[in-house]
């Protein structure tokens, strides 16, 4: 059972519920954050959306929510977690993965299809791609300028946790086009794009939908 | 006893700041020439009980470092009055 994370302003739980439940098959419910209780789980999805309304940073109040420290037990258990756009913005304000995401530099919201190069095809999630592969996904955020410092950074490319980087043009300003990274056990991806936006060829494209299907592989595997 | 705290955070030093870098290009739009490494700040302002003001200060650091500032991008002074 993969749960979808609600938190007050997330927008996009409905779409990962479809993506899991009728495109991918498997088994899914939303969780309000105020349940609290994930031991349940066998994986946990964050979706996008704006929660808490953006205020104070995108992400900051539903990172420091009671829930987040089940959703780091479950990260420390080798269970998947997989965080989109918003999600990804809180699991980084929740210390989970490194760095921020800062506003773009053009500071406007940016949402059309882009490009991305996979760069670690071994995670819980990306395995199913194939290193140096091109995909295309939506993005739609004001808020997704990856940053970390410099040794953060070095860290995230000698051990290949950089999942994804933008092709063609950067779009946000992100450090070395950075997309989305993995922990360092490889089960807990965050990355602005949306794969459930991208997982039925009715939506444009369905190049997304690898990353639930590896997501569920390993859960299987586990 | 109440302590007036004024917390300010701003963007690390060298990180881009675009909303600031477009303020900056449109006054020197409107003939202001001579307006340059132009910079913006948000500003915190609370009441905190606490027994004194180094105790307040205590708290409002804890807020920074709890929730109010992600250290990854931001800096923070604290300013007890």
């Known amino acids: ?222 | 006893m109440e302590q007036d705290i004024e917390i300010i955070v701003k963007l690390k030093e060298g990180l881009l700041n675009p909303e600031a870098k477009t303020i900056e290009r449109s006054l020197n739009l409107l003939g202001y020439k001579n307006v340059s490494q132009f910079d913006t700040e948000r500003v915190f302002l609370m009441k905190v009980d606490a027994p004194s003001a180094k105790e307040a200060e205590k708290y409002a650091d804890e807020m920074c470092r709890r929730i109010l500032v992600n250290p990854v991008i931001e800096d923070y002074t604290i300013m007890v009055k």
């Not at chain 1, 959703?71 to 304000?93: H, R, S, T, W, Y």
């Not at chain 1, 210390?95 to 819980?124: Q, R, Y």
Request: hydrophobic share 40%; net charge negative.
């Open chain 1, 1 to 222: 059972m993969i749960g979808v994370l609600q938190f007050p302003g997330s927008n996009c739980d409905l779409d990962v519920m479809r993506a899991l439940v009728d495109v991918v098959k498997t088994d899914a419910k939303l969780i309000f954050f105020k349940d609290q209780d994930l031991s349940g789980l066998d994986g946990l999805v964050i979706p996008g959306g704006f929660s808490y309304g953006d205020h104070l940073r995108a992400g900051a109040i539903a990172a420091k929510m009671p829930v987040m420290e089940e959703v780091k037990a479950m990260a420390k258990e080798g269970k998947p977690v997989l965080g989109i756009c918003n999600g990804f913005q809180i699991l980084c304000d929740s210390g989970l993965l490194p760095g921020a995401l800062a506003k773009n530099t053009s500071m406007k919201f940016i949402c059309k299809w882009v490009e991305l190069g996979v760069a670690n095809d071994t995670s819980a999630f990306t395995n199913l791609y194939a290193k140096g592969e091109t995909i295309r996904m939506s993005i739609a955020h004001g808020e997704g300028r990856y940053f970390c410092d410099d040794a953060s950074l070095r860290e995230l490319q000698d051990n290949d946790r950089i999942a994804f980087r933008y092709g063609g043009s950067n779009p946000n300003g992100s450090l070395d086009d950075i997309a989305g990274v993995v922990n360092r056990e490889g089960n807990v991806l965050g990355l602005m794009p949306h794969p459930e936006r991208a997982s039925e060829e009715i939506l444009g494209g369905e190049d997304g939908r690898k990353m639930f299907e590896a997501m569920i592989d390993y859960i299987k595997s586990r």
